[in-house]
């Protein structure tokens, strides 16, 4: 991750600039403006404009281009390629990740606004599932407690379309630690690796970049849990909703994870159930 300070003097610069620019437009009562421009050893262009209007009208530009900058900018190099997070279950901590988003995000993203049970269904699938399995130890198993850390790597590209960029590689690793009633530690290991899909390539618009200054970002990952080595069982993919703020520096929030209600056992329909969420640490 670029220096966060670097980072917000970099994209607040020219907004600043072009307002200190205007300001001085439509409060000097006569501006002139002199140009020098070197061309080549000791020759050079100097101007000097003295028409007032002229010379407003020219420092308006100036101020236009200035505004401009954000629209044109690049930011894929602003973004981190790894960032280490804590991943938790809980349900009350979960609920205010959620307040992320608006409500009318949540309901566009699909989101079940009565996720609690759904989760709580889930959760006890995936422990159904990983006590089915042999010589499993008993401690192994997801309570509302149950917390644990990971690691997120991507790649994001420009396609070449304006403001347009396309996440190519992501990974999530996590690592959850089981403790027995002796003290015994056992640890579980869970792998998200990227499914392409259309969700992967992020249009921005000029009201994310002037107005909103955020942007959701929507992976779908292949999931699958490593509960021995050379022993892994296949999850159901898992979706992750993340919003990225890029104005005045960029602050990744909370990484929501769900399933579709369809995983639920004894559930359908294509409605998203929040079953973790992810801290990044250091963003």
């Known amino acids: 991750m670029r220096n966060p300070l670097v980072t917000f003097l970099n994209f607040v610069a020219p907004i600043v600039f072009g307002v200190l620019i205007l300001v001085i437009t439509f409060t000097a009562a006569q501006i002139q403006l002199q140009f020098y421009l070197p061309i080549i050893g000791i020759m050079a262009i100097n101007s000097n404009i003295e028409n007032n209007m002229l010379a407003k009208l020219i420092l308006c530009l100036l101020a236009l281009i200035l505004f401009a900058v954000p629209a044109f900018r690049n930011y894929q190099r602003f973004y981190p390629t790894a960032m280490k997070f804590l991943v938790f279950i809980e349900q009350k901590q979960l609920e205010s990740s959620l307040q992320t988003f608006s409500e009318a995000e949540r309901k566009s ?17 995936l422990n159904n599932l990983v006590k089915q399995q042999p010589n499993v130890p008993s401690q192994m198993e997801f309570a509302d407690t149950s917390w644990g850390r990971g690691l997120f790597a991507l790649r994001i590209e420009s396609t070449g379309h304006w403001q347009q960029y396309e996440v190519v590689e992501a990974e999530a690793t996590m690592q959850f630690d089981f403790t027995d009633r002796q003290g015994q530690s056992i640890m ?27 942007k959701v970002v929507q992976l779908t990952f292949k999931s699958t849990i490593q509960i021995a080595p050379g022993r892994h069982l296949q999850l159901d993919d898992t979706i992750a909703l993340t919003k990225i ?10 990484t929501i994870y769900l399933v579709k209600k369809a995983c639920v056992p004894g559930c359908s329909g294509d409605e998203l159930i929040p079953i973790a969420y992810a801290h990044y640490m250091g963003i």
């Open 109 to 125: 993203l699909n989101i079940e606004m009565n996720w609690k049970d759904y989760q709580h269904k889930y959760i006890e699938k």
């Open 188 to 214: 579980l290991m869970l792998y998200n690796t990227l499914v392409p899909s259309a969700t992967d390539t992020v249009q921005a618009s000029l009201k994310d970049i002037y107005i909103s200054w955020t």
């Open 245 to 254: 703020r890029f104005f005045p520096t960029i602050r990744i929030s909370d």
